[in-house]
């Protein structure tokens, strides 16, 4: 059985001395802000220590009291208990896609800037230094959008503080959104994308042997299937696992599907017969599935990854290789934006495609992207008014 630690009362019983058993300093424990904190006094001597803690406890009544923090830690401390619970979010049923965004958003940049600085530090000044030296290393003003996701994985830390303790909400600065407005975003037009697959064609056919042949061969059928359902790039993308594609009837037609954790919240999303062949070449290049023929293997589903070599998320090799391709091929910026291409322009050429070569309303469209009707409108509303053109011109 352990000693028990010497202990002795101080201010009617309010604070407690106490020694442990293999120390020799006097530490003190009390209640402040509704939970217990303890202390050490730095002092062998009783009497020392006694005065001492009598300062100490005073001292965190009067902050109690005037709403001041007693214990301070930095941002990063915070940050990194954040980033443990958004990671064990993740492998709940309550994980969302942009809680990845949040991770990345706290290590990339508030973490290496804002690191040090206690809670009580981060004034509206270094806020703004923050958002300039942002600027600087993302090298271009970021998107409104961007400046949400920065701002809700910057509150997440915020409110982790308060509820510790470190910080008041009285104390924090205000977050801003200040930043550039998107309109129209870049896309391809049908040319130039039957361009892009041309020069991908050739490019895949001057891959070394080995691993280069079965990476380039994913992102060709990853660039493909994209095109042709309108999944987001990346996360979304990334995490399909075979077990997530299935065959359903209607009116006696056999369709595909993918169940997709998007953005925002579960959906299914009709695959076209176009990217049905791609996905048959990825099962017959993978050897761990193609012993099973690609109909048995959508019945019974899998584990195994769509877009994943084994089970490594490719959203970062997968974005640069691309941007490699643009570049050789002179489509890397949409001289319409002025903007650069990316794999999630795929998304935006899905978009405008159908709207422009089928009669599905933007209503139906926004369900099956997994986005809002707004959203649609905003973006490719240019689209429904070329197909009024006549209807204009008279």
Same mark, same amino acid.
């Given at each position: 059985?352990?000693?028990?630690?010497?202990?002795?009362?101080?201010?009617?019983?309010?604070?407690?001395?106490?020694?442990?058993?293999?120390?020799?300093?006097?530490?003190?424990?009390?209640?402040?802000?509704?939970?217990?904190?303890?202390?050490?006094?730095?002092?062998?001597?009783?009497?020392? =220590?006694?005065?001492?803690?009598?300062?100490?406890?005073?001292? =965190?009544?009067?902050?109690?009291?005037?709403?001041?923090?007693?214990?301070? @830690?930095?941002?990063?401390?915070?940050?990194?208990?954040?980033?443990?619970?958004?990671?064990?979010?993740?492998?709940?049923?309550?994980?969302?896609?942009?809680?990845?965004?949040?991770?990345?958003?706290? *290590?990339?940049?508030?973490?290496?800037?804002?690191? @040090?600085?206690?809670?009580?530090?981060?004034?509206?000044?270094?806020? %703004?230094?923050? !958002?300039?030296? *942002?600027?600087? %290393?993302?090298?271009? %003003?970021?998107?409104?959008?961007?400046?949400?996701?920065?701002?809700?994985?910057?509150? $997440?830390?915020?409110?982790?503080?308060?509820?510790?303790?470190?910080?008041?909400?009285?104390?924090?600065?205000?977050?801003?959104?200040?930043?550039? @407005?998107?309109? $129209? *975003?870049?896309?391809?037009?049908?040319?130039?994308?039957?361009?892009?697959?041309?020069?991908?064609?050739?490019?895949?056919?001057?891959?070394?042997?080995?691993?280069?042949?079965?990476?380039?061969?994913?992102?060709?059928?990853?660039?493909?299937?994209?095109?042709?359902?309108?999944?987001?790039?990346?996360?979304?993308?990334?995490?399909?696992?075979?077990?997530?594609?299935?065959?359903?009837?209607?009116?006696?037609?056999?369709?595909?599907?993918?169940?997709?954790?998007?953005?925002?919240?579960? &959906?299914?999303?009709?695959?076209?017969?176009?990217?049905?062949?791609?996905?048959?070449?990825?099962?017959?290049?993978?050897?761990?599935?193609?012993?099973?023929?690609?109909? !048995?293997?959508?019945?019974?589903?899998? !584990?195994?990854?769509?877009?994943?070599?084994?089970?490594?998320?490719?959203?970062?090799?997968?974005?640069?290789?691309?941007?490699?391709?643009? !570049? =050789?091929?002179?489509?890397?910026?949409?001289? &319409?934006?002025?903007?650069? *291409?990316?794999?999630?322009?795929?998304?935006?050429?899905?978009?405008?495609?159908?709207?422009?070569?089928?009669?599905?309303?933007?209503?139906?469209?926004? @369900?099956?992207?997994?986005?809002?009707?707004?959203?649609?409108?905003?973006?490719?509303?240019?689209?429904?008014? $070329?197909?009024?053109?006549?209807?204009?011109?008279?």
């Amino acid at each position: 059985m352990k000693p028990l630690p010497e202990t002795t009362f101080i201010l009617d019983g309010r604070a407690t001395l106490f020694r442990r058993p293999r120390s020799r300093l006097w530490q003190v424990r009390f209640k402040t802000h509704n939970r217990w904190v303890h202390f050490t006094t730095g002092s062998e001597s009783l009497e020392q =220590a006694k005065e001492i803690a009598f300062e100490l406890a005073l001292d =965190a009544w009067f902050k109690e009291r005037n709403n001041i923090p007693v214990i301070t @830690k930095n941002f990063k401390y915070v940050a990194n208990l954040a980033i443990q619970e958004l990671e064990q979010l993740l492998t709940s049923n309550k994980a969302k896609v942009t809680y990845h965004d949040y991770i990345g958003a706290l *290590r990339n940049y508030m973490i290496p800037f804002l690191g @040090k600085y206690t809670f009580q530090e981060i004034t509206q000044d270094v806020i %703004k230094q923050f !958002e300039e030296w *942002r600027i600087f %290393k993302m090298r271009h %003003k970021p998107s409104g959008s961007h400046l949400n996701t920065h701002n809700a994985a910057l509150n $997440r830390v915020f409110n982790k503080a308060i509820e510790l303790g470190y910080v008041t909400r009285e104390q924090l600065p205000q977050l801003r959104n200040n930043g550039v @407005k998107t309109g $129209r *975003r870049p896309d391809f037009t049908y040319e130039e994308f039957t361009q892009l697959v041309w020069y991908m064609r050739k490019w895949l056919k001057s891959s070394r042997s080995g691993y280069q042949v079965v990476v380039r061969h994913l992102l060709f059928n990853y660039v493909m299937i994209l095109f042709y359902t309108g999944i987001r790039a990346g996360t979304e993308a990334m995490n399909l696992k075979w077990k997530h594609v299935r065959y359903f009837q209607e009116n006696n037609v056999r369709y595909m599907a993918f169940n997709v954790n998007g953005k925002t919240k579960h &959906r299914e999303l009709t695959v076209s017969s176009r990217a049905i062949k791609y996905l048959k070449r990825i099962h017959c290049r993978n050897d761990k599935i193609n012993q099973t023929s690609f109909d !048995e293997l959508i019945e019974r589903g899998s !584990e195994e990854y769509i877009f994943r070599i084994d089970g490594k998320d490719k959203t970062t090799d997968f974005g640069r290789m691309f941007k490699g391709v643009l !570049e =050789a091929s002179n489509l890397l910026t949409d001289r &319409r934006t002025d903007t650069e *291409r990316t794999l999630y322009s795929l998304r935006h050429v899905y978009a405008t495609m159908t709207l422009t070569n089928t009669n599905i309303s933007m209503h139906v469209l926004a @369900k099956h992207m997994g986005t809002s009707q707004t959203m649609i409108e905003k973006h490719y509303g240019h689209v429904d008014m $070329r197909k009024k053109a006549a209807q204009i011109a008279g």
